[in-house]
T-cell receptor, first 115, second 118 residues
Framework: EPEVTQTPSHQVTQMGQEVILRCVPI?????FYWYRQILGQKVEFLVS????????KSEIFDDQFSVERPDGSNFTLKIRSTKLEDSAMYFC?????????????FGEGSRLTVL | AQKVTQAQTEISVVEKEDVTLDCVYE???????LFWYKQPPSGELVFLIR??????QNEISGRYSWNFQKSTSSFNFTITASQVVDSAVYFC???????????????FGKGITLSVRP
């Protein structure tokens, strides 16, 4: 069964360092998302991406964050200068055109720990 | 603004008991979608159900059933004859309609941790 894959599964970094989280969405999907979940809290929308551009972003997604689809398969989230409060589980998700709204396919998440 | 409230934080039951997970939502939209996602210990989010605001018919899928009450803005989830494998965090979520194509910005509740003991 097709699935969304994310790497790394866990990354530990020092505050101020740049981090890139990678995602390989399901191959025929066109809409891509990043969500995050601070430990023990709810899942929060960060950004959605379609047709090589951001279609919507939340207040959390400030200038320190960027997304990119560098090739036909990867979808990346970059945090330029990590802060302690960026420690969270980051989920990538994708969905296809014509799939019912909200029926997202999530990856297993990348846990980011900022020290 | 949209909001999803899951007042229960943790529920513990013994296997074979029935359990209901509550979800209350707020939205100004007249058309919207409601969801339940499951997050097992492995961490991924698994889609369980989607319901649009025009369809108040309750749904049953095996041991799972969902009760959508628009009058009380609730979308509750019942697991019948719970099993240990049902142990997970369950999230209720809300999405506005009118999104472009399949663009889906979900507003999640805080989740309910369900523990099913043997």
């Amino acid at each position: 069964e097709p699935e969304v894959t994310q790497t790394p599964s866990h990354q530990v970094t020092q505050m101020g360092q740049e981090v890139i989280l990678r995602c390989v969405p399901i191959s025929n999907h066109l809409y891509f998302y990043w969500y995050r979940q601070i430990l023990g809290q709810k899942v929060e929308f960060l950004v959605s991406f379609y047709n090589n551009e951001i279609s919507e972003k939340s207040e959390i997604f400030d200038d320190q964050f960027s997304v990119e689809r560098p090739d036909g398969s990867n979808f990346t989230l970059k945090i330029r200068s990590t802060k302690l409060e960026d420690s969270a589980m980051y989920f990538c998700a994708s969905t296809a055109s014509g799939v019912l709204v909200g029926e997202l396919f999530f990856g297993e998440g990348s846990r980011l720990t900022v020290l | 603004a949209q909001k999803v409230t899951q007042a229960q934080t943790e529920i513990s039951v013994v296997e074979k008991e029935d359990v209901t997970l509550d979800c209350v939502y707020e939205t100004r939209d007249t058309t919207y979608y409601l969801f339940w996602y499951k997050q097992p210990p492995s961490g991924e989010l698994v889609f369980l159900i989607r319901r649009n605001s025009f369809d108040e018919q309750n749904e049953i899928s095996g041991r799972y059933s969902w009760n959508f009450q628009k009058s009380t803005s609730s979308f509750n989830f019942t697991i019948t004859a719970s099993q240990v494998v049902d142990s997970a965090v369950y999230f209720c979520a809300l999405s506005e309609a009118g999104a472009i194509g399949a663009n889906s910005k979900l507003t999640f509740g805080k989740g309910i941790t369900l523990s099913v003991r043997p």
